[in-house]
């Protein structure tokens, strides 16, 4: 048996056989061919450049029906670069040159590709997987080479690979596919996405997975912990099928259909819990679930899967109709908080997570920010829209995106285009100077949301995503507790609401320690709402006040930690199993 860890991206465990997916770029030569056979070579590519944009233009109108829009987005990039004269004009002059049509073809790529890769803004990383796999099938094609696809795994598969191009992913069929794990691959990688929508246990970034591995041996991909076990010992299979049994049936049970019912603890406080969706797609589960609409509408992944700067009217399109879906709960629609770990510019920083991340980001791209707050604003006509400002580390910087949102809204009313003038603005509390300023922000905000990831990251100077580290991040270190307190109290004295929007609030510790300190609402990962709202349900505010009182006096994430399980467990008997299991995660 052997370990291997790696990124998990999604949640699930998967057991099943090796299905090892290789994808290899076909093999090319520089062939010069003779002069009177130019114009047929010139027919010959064109035919092939066009059945291979049908070939995609059909794939994207298949996804598009069962999937989504946003997972038809996938192909926009590789049906635009077929669709471009000058291609077909370079492929021809190249020809021209004597060389064969493969090889004109390669060299007019990269030529084409070129830009972007010099370019500094508009470059997503992503959009070079685009080019390699669209270049991969015009050649495959006019190879006529078979095509190796996922399409074809057989039944209880787990696949493995270095990596999946975009055009394959979206052909994962989570019916066959038990589990998935690759060699390269992050957190907002289009295989992340993927995996996570149609919830299949992914992990992604292991290292030398496919080093003396064979199809149809047996894998387990455990997405919980982040770990490939190959070749897993009969007792380590017996464990994990108990794990997965465990697993299903609780899933099963968490589906409520119910539309979604107020949630108070047992001495009537009312606590909002709603959801964090980084794709429409993911409204579904609002309702399975019983969300209370979205707390945090996180849309960089929305500019990943177009792999460029949507448009206005794209944005205003995708946050209407959420708007309308989820009326009349609220939809908070968060700017785009590119850089850090997510989607990024083509730019490398020594240090992305002090960089030029969010609304920093933006400030210096006014267009593309304009853009988005016009979308936001005029969905705002159809339904409860709010907006928020991610990033925030100073007042500075909330009158700086609030002069353009007045902008854009000056715009729209030039246009004469409706929107709500009311809509409520706040900003995500996340950066521990907003957090000790939080009284002076509140008269310029109408909510505050505090993101508990990066909070806890920047105040304790902990990498949020770095395994080596992960010890020392805690939601329930004392500073990062005070400074929780504190942007709460703040809200309430200036009677404006306060949320938590990070994974502290689909932790069983974490929900009814916010909830003793008062906050208003809850948002996270729809499938956590059933468990979060069980918790919430059983609690009192006036019993967990006394509780959190105890807890500001320790002085370690440990100490609280240990005393929460011990007084909660106690207090609450009924519950006692989820405060005292051993991952601290509310969800599956
Ligand atoms: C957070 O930082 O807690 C948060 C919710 O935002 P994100 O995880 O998208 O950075
Ligand atoms: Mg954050």
């Known amino acids: 048996m052997k370990i291997i860890r790696g990124i998990a991206v999604s949640g699930g465990i998967g057991m099943g056989t090796a299905f090892l997916f290789t994808s290899n770029p076909p093999e090319l030569k520089k062939v010069k061919i003779p002069e009177s056979n130019v114009e047929t070579e010139k027919e010959r590519l064109s035919k092939v450049i066009a059945s291979t944009r049908k070939e995609l233009t059909d794939l994207q109108v298949k996804i598009s029906k069962f999937l989504g829009n946003e997972f038809g987005d996938f192909l926009e990039v590789q049906i635009q670069t077929l669709s471009d004269p000058a291609l077909l004009s370079i492929c021809h002059r190249n020809i021209g040159d004597s060389y064969s049509a493969e090889y004109s073809f390669s060299k007019a790529i990269s030529e084409i590709a070129k830009p972007l890769l010099d370019s500094k803004v508009g470059l997503f990383k992503e959009r070079l997987a685009d080019i390699e796999d669209v270049t991969n099938r015009v050649l495959r094609n006019l190879l006529s080479l078979p095509s190796v696809s996922i399409i074809d795994v057989p039944k209880d598969s787990i696949v493995l690979a270095h990596t999946i191009p975009p055009s394959e992913i979206v052909l994962l069929d989570s019916r066959k596919v038990n589990g998935l794990a690759t060699e390269i691959g992050g957190r907002t990688s289009h295989i992340a996405i993927i995996a996570k929508a149609l919830e299949i246990p992914a992990v992604l970034g292991v290292e030398h997975l496919l080093d003396n591995m064979k199809n149809d041996e047996p894998v387990v991909v455990d997405a919980q912990r982040g770990q490939v076990i190959l070749a897993p010992t009969s007792r380590r299979i017996q464990m994990y099928s108990q794990e997965i049994k465990a697993y299903k049936e609780r899933r099963k049970s968490l589906i409520t259909k119910k539309p979604p019912q107020t949630v108070i603890t047992r001495d009537e406080h009312k606590i909002d819990v709603s959801a964090n969706i980084e794709l429409t797609s993911e409204i579904y589960a609002l309702e399975r679930y019983g969300a209370n609409g979205v707390g945090l509408f996180r849309t960089e992944y929305l500019f990943l899967t177009k792999r460029r700067f949507p448009t206005e009217e794209e944005q205003y ?123 002076r922000l509140t008269e310029h905000v109408d909510f505050f949301s505090i993101g508990t990831n990066d909070l806890t990251q920047y105040t304790l100077a902990v990498d949020r995503g770095n395994e080596k580290i992960s010890a020392l991040f805690s939601h329930y270190h004392p500073a990062v507790l005070q400074l929780i307190r504190r942007v709460i109290g703040a809200g309430h004295k200036a009677h404006i609401w306060v949320g938590v929007c990070g994974e502290m609030a689909a932790e069983p510790l974490g929900i009814p320690l916010l909830v003793g300190m008062g906050v208003d609402e809850l948002s996270m990962t729809p499938c956590a709402v059933p468990f979060a709202c069980k918790i919430i349900r059983g609690v009192r505010v006036d019993e967990l006040r006394k509780i959190v009182s105890k807890v500001m006096e320790y002085s370690t994430a440990t100490d609280v930690v240990r005393y929460l399980r011990r007084k909660l467990s106690r207090t609450y008997p009924d519950l006692a199993k989820l405060f005292l299991e051993r991952k601290n995660v509310c969800y599956l």
């Open 317 to 439: 399109r995708i946050y209407s109709e959420a708007a309308m879906q989820l009326k009349p709960h609220p939809l908070i629609i968060r700017t785009l908080d590119i850089g850090g770990d997510k989607v990024f510019p083509g730019y490398e920083e020594a240090n992305p997570f002090l960089g030029w991340r969010a609304v920093r980001f933006l400030f210096d791209n006014e267009e593309i920010f304009l853009d988005q707050l016009r979308a936001i604003v005029r969905a705002s006509a159809h339904g409860s829209v709010k907006i928020m400002f991610p990033m925030i580390s100073s007042l500075s910087e909330i009158r700086f995106a609030r002069r353009l949102l007045d902008s854009a809204k000056e715009q729209l009313r030039d246009r004469g285009q409706r929107f709500d003038p009311e809509m409520e603005v706040g900003i995500m509390v996340e950066i521990p100077s907003a957090a000790l300023l939080a009284d």
